[in-house]
């Protein structure tokens, strides 16, 4: 249930009336209104490519809107951008990571409101705000460590941060959890609590209805650009949510029948490897995975998911152990190496690893695959059969807008970009599957699709690895599930034998099961 919260019913600190943003003859946002109050934390919800975020930045400036109002603490605002936001106290946290990637955390969270000694920067003032700023909100980030080196769940953290420096009254969260362990959505519900009862007020934009259940006061639902409802969130279920949002009803439940795994296709014996700082992360690690089985990954993020991906998919060198597809040996083969013997991914940053912004999604779906003769001939690529390929892909996978082949791939929502990859990988049709956080960011009528592929795989026989945060997402998709903790994989369970409880325990480092 939505915890109970002293909202301010009659200080309306934001209100947007009857935005329209049209882009050429497309209308993403058409006649949308909103209203949020001191204190209160209001959900906006919709599918992916609904509408949010561009609603969302046209607030934040970075969008002027085709007509409509905004008012702020009741007094109309002409934001022609996000200089004018600061100023009425509008703060956002976009969902793709706005970060100067080789900047350190601390140069990140200051950049541009530096503390100066004389006509110097004073670093170590700098360091220590952003120290005392991270323990005061309880959200751990080294301070010293690049941008390029840390984890997705640390960068959202510092972006967080960095609008928390600059004092912003009312904060947009773009889909802020959909890099975070369940442990850090606590956090960060602890956090936004905080923040309310200070009287700041948050605008929430996320997929995950039950973080609206617990989070929220209010939520605003929009669908397919349109204004659908403002619902007050003690008042509805989830289900409810999921029908307004997608305008049907919705599974929360994967159809998965029983079948017998088959030989193994992955093995991983006695890894062993460092992360960004050199630290040895993995320490021996082992697991495998045969055909027609998901093995889920649970365990809280820093404990060697991301540099075991890493390992196996060729992006990252291991320091010792083996690496076996289908008994052949992979140790620290190259990206390309490892793909033609079988293995593709769904990697954890979509933007970092899974695609060329710049490229159009037609080019993004044959990264790996444009050699072919499918798509070249001669040594030149066949556009028109790259074309048709990516239109088959949009239309099989309802990636948005229905003319997404032809537009790069960095102007589609994040939702949609998250399918892009999905339908490449899954199309490539590899014996490994290999799939990292394969959901952040979608709505539920797309998890639902993307579930549905998943184990479309496991039924043709493919191997499946799924390395998820969202624990829901474990225990429903995978047949059988490895704990990994401080480097090591410190027990196993069937998925249909698998609790929330003992898999908590397991993964804080409580208890080993053999």
């Given at each position: 249930m939505a915890r109970e919260r002293s909202v301010d019913l009659d200080t309306k600190v934001i209100e947007?009336?009857?935005?329209?943003?049209?882009?050429?003859?497309?209308?993403?946002?058409?006649?949308?209104?909103?209203?949020?109050?001191?204190?209160?934390?209001?959900?906006?919800?919709?599918?992916?490519?609904?509408?949010?975020?561009?609603?969302?930045?046209?607030?934040?400036?970075?969008?002027?809107?085709?007509?409509?109002?905004?008012?702020?603490?009741?007094?109309r605002e002409d934001i022609d951008g996000p200089s004018k936001a600061i100023q009425c106290g509008i703060g956002m946290v976009h969902q793709h990571f706005m970060l100067v990637q080789p900047f350190t955390v601390t140069e990140n969270i200051v950049l541009g409101m530096e503390p100066m000694k004389g006509i110097t920067l004073d670093m170590a003032k700098a360091r220590q705000d952003v120290v005392e700023l991270s323990q005061r909100y309880g959200m751990a980030v080294d301070p010293d460590a690049r941008i390029e080196d840390i984890s997705v769940g640390m960068q959202q953290r510092v972006e967080i941060l960095k609008v928390l420096f600059r004092g912003a009254q009312t904060l947009i969260l773009d889909e802020p959890t959909a890099s975070l362990t369940p442990q850090e959505i606590t956090e960060l519900i602890h956090i936004m609590e905080k923040l309310t009862a200070d009287g700041k007020s948050i605008i929430l934009i996320t997929h995950k209805l039950k973080e609206?259940?617990?989070?929220?006061?209010?939520?605003?639902?929009?669908?397919?650009?349109?204004?659908?409802?403002?619902?007050?969130?003690?008042?509805?279920?989830?289900?409810?949510?999921?029908?307004?949002?997608?305008?049907?009803?919705?599974?929360?439940?994967?159809?998965?029948?029983?079948?017998?795994?088959?030989?193994?296709?992955?093995?991983?014996?006695?890894?062993?490897?460092?992360?960004?700082?050199?630290?040895?992360?993995?320490?021996?690690?082992?697991?495998?995975?045969?055909?027609?089985?998901?093995?889920?990954?649970?365990?809280?993020?820093?404990?060697?998911?991301?540099?075991?991906?890493?390992?196996?998919?060729?992006?990252?060198?291991?320091?010792?152990?083996?690496?076996?597809?289908?008994?052949?040996?992979?140790?620290?083969?190259?990206?390309?190496?490892?793909?033609?013997?079988g293995v593709s991914s769904i990697p954890a940053d979509r933007q970092k690893h899974g695609l060329v912004l710049d490229f159009t999604v037609a080019e993004n779906m044959v990264l790996q695959n444009y050699r072919s003769p499918q798509f070249q001939q001669y040594g030149f690529l066949k556009k028109d059969a790259i074309r048709k390929y990516a239109q088959d892909a949009v239309k099989k996978y309802d990636i948005r807008p229905a003319d997404a082949a032809d537009r790069p791939a960095g102007t589609l929502s994040g939702g949609n970009q998250q399918k892009v990859i999905v339908a490449r990988e899954v199309n490539n049709d590899k014996d490994l599957l290999i799939a990292v956080n394969p959901t952040r960011g979608l709505d539920v009528g797309a998890i639902e699709y993307v579930h549905r592929y998943i184990v479309e795989q496991r039924n043709k026989g493919k191997a499946v690895l799924l390395v998820s945060f969202e624990l829901d997402e474990i225990m429903s998709l995978s047949d059988r599930i490895d704990v990994i903790y401080d480097g090591k994989i410190v027990g196993s369970m069937a998925g249909k034998d698998a609790d929330e409880n003992t898999l908590g325990l397991m993964m804080a480092g409580g208890t080993h099961h053999e």
């Open positions: 947007m009336k009857d935005i329209v943003k049209k882009f050429g003859d497309f209308v993403a946002n058409d006649h949308i209104n909103l209203t949020v109050h001191k204190g209160e934390i209001h959900a906006i919800l919709g599918e992916n490519g609904a509408g949010k975020s561009t609603l969302m930045n046209v607030l934040y400036g970075l969008y002027r809107p085709t007509s409509g109002e905004i008012y702020v603490n009741g007094k609206i259940k617990a989070a929220a006061d209010y939520c605003t639902i929009i669908r397919l650009g349109k204004y659908i409802d403002t619902v007050k969130v003690s008042d509805v279920t989830e289900q409810d949510l999921a029908s307004m949002m997608v305008g049907r009803n919705v599974t929360f439940t994967v159809e998965k029948e029983e079948k017998e795994p088959g030989e193994v296709v992955l093995e991983v014996k006695n890894l062993r490897g460092r992360d960004y700082r050199k630290v040895e992360i993995l320490k021996g690690l082992n697991l495998n995975v045969r055909r027609g089985e998901i093995l889920g990954i649970a365990g809280i993020d820093g404990n060697g998911q991301t540099e075991l991906v890493e390992i196996i998919t060729g992006l990252r060198k291991a320091e010792g152990g083996s690496i076996m597809i289908n008994g052949e040996n992979i140790f620290n083969a190259k990206p390309r190496t490892i793909f033609e013997r």
